[in-house]
């Protein structure tokens, strides 16, 4: 028991004015407990490090020390014993207030030194508050602050989800102003820019722009990541692509926490493509799905396309045109050698085509389509082509060139094609097919009533995507 009370008096010494001292002998303050500095890291190094730790029943524990690193300064630190997991610190937790630099704090928390502080408060910084995470588990708390590094500016949690930027007040985006450059038509690969101007920059980074049209989609705007200027300045988008129909396509664009609009205006295509008459395709398309025939398209693209074909209720055609010369002509419309024969009697009381699916393999859109209508055999018939998409979305003529007897249509997610002149019907309509949805596979169905109509595919306007 005497070597106990020795050994223990080697560490605890006590001044003259009634100072205990730990592990040291000349004692600076009513308790001096002598410790080893030491750096926090969150692992199983910070067991025992501490100089005085507040110990609970379970497994954790408060720990008190010193720093061994520039600006040497001392840490508190809550954490697991076992797991070496940070946790939670309470301050004041009964609706006390807590000072930092002041003795009469004003609010929850006031950090302040009157006109002598010189330091400011450093928010908690990443990427962006999608990383964010509340520690106790859920929703992210309303009110919580972060700094953005990706947008450089602070962003708040809101009930309705992040605020943009609450810092460069004076930031302000003008989409109105700037130049329009470019001409954008429907089912035509279209390009140009479009110039965004802006007031009281400050020199900060932004990331690359990149978005989409709605209304008329179709369209990307993008510019690379750039620097805002000090002061005014702008932003070249560059805008391409193919709209999909005629009308206004709309951008939002959103840059340093501002966010503005603008529009452009794509105008109808009322041009048929010439070249596409020499690029004619329909019974010359393989029926083999192991091997398909190979198309080129805009842009030098290829895609492989096979068709699966139905016969009407008569006598398969073996050779479908040839009751009709080597190019058929109606309304303006010419048709070359490679077109299916379509009618279940037809004028020559011959069997037909009344189903062609082309199926292929890779999106494709702006595909068209040439049709010629020959004479009636009986008034009372009608014929007609419905047309469909595997995507479905919205489906539009583009480029209506031939007959107007024929421009009878709907559009939706089909397209209907229809004779309704009288028994002089010689008609002709050759249009290309706008998708809102790029498609694999195209269907023609044909209303055969005692009529002839030859049909082709053309696709020197058509766009693929790899």
Known sequence: MKKIIILYSLFLSFASFGQVGIKTKDPKAMLDIKGTNYNPDGTSNDEGKGTL??????????DFGTLSNSPYGSYIHSRGKISNAGLPLILNPTGGTVGMGTSNPRGALDINRGTTNTMGLVLPTNSGPQNIVNPMGGNVAIGTTMYDSTLDCVRVFRSSGWSNCVCECNFTLVCSSG?????????????GTKIINYTGGSGQSYGAISVSSIGVIGLTATAPAGTLANGNG???LSITGVPITSGTASFTINLNGKTCNFTINVTANNNWNSICTS???????????????????QGGKTVKVYAKVTQGSRVAVRDPYTAFSATATQAGI???RNYYRIGTLGDLGTGAYSKVTLVFDKPINFVSTKATWFRYVNNTSRDSQLISTDTGGKLKMVGIQGTPALRIRTEGQTLLAQAVTGVTDFSGIAFTISAENYFKELTVTYETNFNDILQAFTFCDAQVLD
Not at 53 to 62: E, F, I, K, Q, Y
Not at 181 to 187: I, K, L, Q, R, S
Not at 279 to 297: A, L, M
């Open 279 to 297: 690029k004619e395709y329909g019974f010359n398309i393989s029926t083999n799905p192991n091997s398909p025939t190979t198309i080129t398209v």
């Open 179 to 191: 130049a329009v450059t470019g001409v954008y038509t429907e089912a035509t690969q279209s390009s």
């Open 334 to 336: 010419t048709m070359q």
């Open 53 to 62: 730790r507040v110990d609970g029943n379970t497994n954790h524990a408060l």
């Open 234 to 236: 702008s932003v070249n």
